[in-house]
C-alpha cells in the first residue's frame, strides 16, 4: 500500500511560479513510476509528467514542456512539480499518482493523492 499527500498549492499570478510536493509513505519499495496529473472544471484529467523513481527518466504533456519540471527525493520521500511561467490554463487541481507504467492514461495508475488546487489569475 501507498498513500500520497500533495501540497503546494495557491493562487499566483500568470508568469509567477509554484512548486508543488508529494509526500509519499506506506510501501516506498514498490513505487515503479510517479506522475503528476491534473483536471480542470468541466474536463478531463490530463497528464502532466512522469518520472521513474529508480531511475533518472522523464516525461512531459507538450502543454507543460520547457515550463513544469519533476524530479525527486529518495531522503524525503518526495516527488516534486516546478511549475514556471505558469498560465491562466493551468488551472486545476492537481493529483500525483504512482503506477507500474509509465503512460498518460490516469487509468493505469494505482495509487492516488486527494488533490491540491492551482489558481493561476490572467
Known amino acids: 500500500q501507498v498513500q500520497l499527500v500533495e501540497s503546494g498549492g495557491g493562487l499566483v499570478q500568470a508568469g509567477g511560479s509554484l512548486r508543488l510536493s508529494c509526500a509519499i509513505s506506506?510501501?516506498?519499495?514498490?513505487?515503479?513510476?510517479m506522475a503528476w496529473f491534473r483536471q480542470a472544471p468541466e474536463k478531463e484529467r490530463e497528464f502532466v509528467a512522469v518520472?521513474?523513481?529508480?531511475?533518472?527518466?522523464?516525461f512531459y504533456s507538450d502543454s507543460v514542456k520547457g515550463r513544469f519540471t519533476i524530479s525527486r527525493d529518495y531522503a524525503e520521500n518526495s516527488v516534486y512539480l516546478q511549475m514556471d511561467k505558469l498560465k491562466a490554463e493551468d488551472t486545476g487541481i492537481y493529483y500525483c499518482?504512482?503506477?507500474?507504467?509509465?503512460?498518460?492514461?490516469?487509468?493505469?495508475?494505482?495509487?492516488w493523492g486527494q488533490g491540491t488546487q492551482v489558481t493561476v489569475s490572467s
Open positions: 499518482a504512482e503506477g507500474r507504467w509509465a503512460v498518460s492514461l490516469p487509468g493505469s495508475y494505482d495509487y
Open positions: 506506506g510501501d516506498i519499495y514498490s513505487i515503479v513510476n
Open positions: 518520472l521513474r523513481w529508480n531511475e533518472r527518466h522523464t
